[in-house]
């Protein structure tokens, strides 16, 4: 129950930040986006290890050379990639796209990773992923018309995700979770900083910062939808698996469909509860192996 707890938590905080970053990114520019991500998100996780006198886990002997790979395909790029994404296309069309992480997780961890898929995880991937196209009206043509230089950055994001999942569930599992949310965050904040600075992103008119909605946005996207969401996502991979953690983005689309009845009066059609089913039954077949297998797990332990 608390994988599940976490899943769902998850898909809430990262279904709005789509929408934060839609708002923002036109202020600070896509690798912008990520440098305030990112640093927002390594301070509020710094705050927590200083509070929780865990700042010693910091100087113990870590696997640097994989934790800085991590935050370079877990934040970095994927983040920049879909920043750069949502300069081009709608954050409700990103956030669908998005949606195709576990089936990249899956095919990467087979060919990659000699992971072993069951088929019931196979029909729950697939199960999601219709659910998904029920959520856009299996609008194909939508899909079709969105500009190409919006929708090739959202696949290689989602690409980096399953990369970074199945690599950190491999080499990384002994690792705090609280530690490789914060060394990701921190190496995501360095690498979009140099970025911004030679991409010419760095004449950021700060007072525009200041702004009510845009200060919101920024801190809903640095303190929630990267540090309290990144220690969910890795507890999710440590004690779940990554193909489990990658069904968050299968959720996401039905959180963001939420938020924008919530606050945006959005009209919620019959083929998006359709969707919703699906969506859901695919998380618990997905889900159902991995229930097996972390059972095993704490019996053998």
């Not at 910062?209 to 969910?232: E, H, K, P, T, W």
């Amino acid at each position: 129950m608390k994988l599940y707890g976490a899943l769902i938590s998850l898909s809430l905080i990262w279904g709005m930040s789509f929408m934060f970053i839609k708002l923002i990114v036109p202020y600070v520019g896509p690798w912008g986006v990520v440098f305030f991500r990112c640093l927002l998100g390594a301070l509020a996780i710094l705050i927590y290890l200083v509070v929780k006198g865990r700042l010693r886990k910091l100087k113990g002997k870590l696997k640097w050379r994989s934790l800085i790979l991590v935050g370079i395909m877990n934040a970095l790029i994927p983040w920049g990639m879909i920043a750069l994404s949502e300069e081009r296309i709608s954050s409700s069309l990103a956030s669908t796209l998005n949606a195709t992480t576990p089936l990249f997780t899956s095919i990467l961890g087979a060919v990659l990773f000699g992971r072993i898929l069951s088929f019931k995880q196979w029909s729950g991937i697939l199960v999601g992923f219709i659910g998904v196209l029920f959520l856009i009206n299996l609008d194909f043509q939508a899909l079709l018309q969105g500009e190409w230089r919006g929708i090739l950055p959202m696949l290689i994001a989602t690409c980096c995700y399953g990369f970074a999942s199945q690599y950190t569930k491999k080499y990384l599992i002994g690792v705090p979770v609280d530690v490789l949310s914060f060394i990701t965050l921190t190496s995501g904040a360095i690498g979009g900083l140099l970025i911004m600075l030679v991409s010419g992103e760095g004449a950021i008119q700060f007072t525009m910062l200041l702004q009510r909605d845009i200060l919101i946005s920024l801190i809903g996207l640095g303190v929630f939808g990267s540090g309290l969401a990144y220690l969910l996502f890795y507890y999710m991979i440590q004690h779940g698996s990554a193909e489990f953690a990658s069904l968050v983005t299968y959720l996401v689309p039905v959180t963001a469909l939420i938020w924008g009845g919530l606050y945006l009066n959005e009209t919620i059609t019959l083929p998006m509860i359709i969707g919703l089913l699906g969506v859901f039954t695919g998380v618990y077949l997905s889900g159902k192996q991995q229930r097996v297998e972390t059972k095993n797990i704490s019996e053998s332990a």
